[in-house]
């Protein structure tokens, strides 16, 4: 069965008040098992246009990301992040391919 990750690119408007929402969503997220493959970091864009920090967070299969996405809990601190920082949130299925 293939993974599902949730994926965001983020450009944070307010970083102290954002701290609240990376502080608040991991537990979540970690129990709805998601695993962080990608949070920040170093990144380049190559071609086209993005925001400026990234996040891929791994989940068993797509329809556990889309829980996690929808989780109430989660909802409730992604308010913090909706009002700190703007941002693109996907929910992709994996592949099978090796």
């Given at each position: 069965?293939?993974?599902?990750?949730?994926?965001?690119?983020?450009?944070?408007?307010?970083?102290?008040?954002?701290?609240?929402?990376?502080?608040?969503?991991?537990?979540?997220?970690?129990?709805?098992?998601?695993?962080?493959i990608v949070r920040g970091g170093?990144?380049?864009?190559?071609?086209?246009?993005?925001?400026?920090?990234?996040?891929?967070?791994?989940?068993?299969s797509y329809e556990a990301a889309l829980t996690?996405?929808?989780?109430?809990?989660?909802?409730?601190?992604?308010?913090?992040?909706?009002?700190?920082?703007?941002?693109?949130?996907?929910?992709?299925?994996?592949?099978?391919?090796?």
């Open positions: 069965m293939p993974k599902g990750y949730i994926i965001g690119h983020i450009t944070v408007n307010d970083p102290e008040a954002y701290k609240e929402y990376v502080e608040r969503d991991t537990p979540i997220l970690h129990a709805l098992g998601g695993r962080f170093q990144a380049q864009v190559m071609e086209g246009e993005t925001l400026s920090r990234h996040v891929v967070i791994e989940f068993p996690a996405y929808n989780d109430p809990e989660y909802q409730e601190v992604a308010g913090i992040r909706r009002r700190t920082a703007e941002s693109v949130i996907l929910v992709v299925e994996g592949t099978d391919a090796g």
